[in-house]
């Protein structure tokens, strides 16, 4: 397989790179500066020419452009957004196959909470741990940024839903109870439609402290830019659970660093998305299993 990798320097696309290449695949990565120009934020011509030459294309570098979808013509595009509203822009503007959210959330979450349905209309509450002594990526802090103040994008329920604002207590896999803050990631946009699940995910870190600052500055938007001041404090540990309101039913996956089980999912969903047979958009569970996914990250 000939994978073209958009964002292979950072966080998550070394981690693409490194399992790709450890299957026996070829990777190209893709830049303004590297060997195979592409600039993201200029003319895709040379993403278009590019992409004929590949069995797919992952999309890790942060830049959220719908219009990818359009450029890369038939060649699938993986993509690891985490943004909403984007994503419903590339589902629309999808050619090829489209793997819409590829990573923790959504991704493995998309596949805890297909787990747990049981009929249409389920409701499903998501719980997303994030390690706050990891260092990230320049994306994944602006991503961050981009929730304070923000509204969720076309949220279950009617009426405005603002991000970080709502919170609930809840005991994660580890046992231990947390405070959860309502966050726009987006498995109710992925997974909406006739008999979908309505689904509501909230967001805590491993640090209590960070959370209550995280929660603070949402109510207090002038405070964001201190986000990118504060240094990584605690473990970098990660979980997310899918629970059914209506049954109980709960599925959990945990772990040890964010951008590594992204990378690892991310390379999976390429994997299979350069052999899978359909067109349009598609999440991580229309290409692989919970059993597959959790294999992979446990091998």
Avoid: C
């Avoid at 503007?93 to 805890?112: D, I, M, Y």
């Avoid at 929660?215 to 207090?220: E, P």
């Avoid at 690892?264 to 052999?275: G, P, Q, Y």
């Avoid at 359909?278 to 059993?291: C, E, S």
């Amino acid at each position: 397989m000939k994978a073209l990798l958009l964002g292979g320097r950072g966080a998550v696309g070394t981690v693409v790179r490194r399992e790709l290449e450890r299957s026996g695949h070829s990777v190209t990565v893709a830049s303004r500066s590297s060997e195979t120009p592409v600039d993201l934020h200029g003319d895709l011509d040379t993403l278009s020419e590019s992409a004929i030459d590949h069995d797919v294309v992952i999309n890790t570098s942060g830049v959220e452009r719908a219009d990818l979808a359009t450029a890369v013509g038939d060649t699938p595009l993986v993509d690891i957004s985490a943004t909403g509203s984007y994503l419903a822009h590339l589902r629309r503007s999808a050619v090829g196959l489209v793997v819409l959210g590829a990573g923790l959330a959504p991704g493995l979450s998309t596949l805890l909470v297909s787990d747990v349905v049981d009929v249409p209309g389920d409701a499903v509450d998501v719980f997303v741990m994030l390690g706050a002594g990891e260092k990230h990526g320049a994306a994944a802090v602006e991503w961050t940024e981009g929730l304070i103040g923000s509204d969720v994008f076309s949220p279950p329920e009617p009426g405005r839903v603002i991000n970080l604002r709502e919170s609930v207590r809840a005991t994660g896999p580890d046992g231990v109870k947390r405070r959860y803050l309502r966050a726009d990631f987006p498995d109710h946009v992925l997974l909406s439609g006739d008999g979908g699940p309505t689904v509501r995910t909230y967001f805590t870190l491993t640090s209590a402290p960070m959370t209550s600052s995280l929660a603070l500055v949402a109510r207090i938007p002038a405070l964001r830019p201190t986000l990118r001041w504060v240094p990584p404090i605690g473990s970098d540990r990660w979980h997310v659970t899918a629970r059914n309101r209506r049954t109980g039913t709960e599925r959990s996956a945990s772990g040890a660093g964010q951008s590594e089980a992204t990378g690892v999912l991310t390379a999976l969903a390429a994997e299979r998305a350069a052999v899978h047979s359909g067109h349009g958009a598609v999440t991580m569970a229309d290409v692989m299993t919970l059993p597959e996914a959790t294999a992979a990250l446990n091998a």
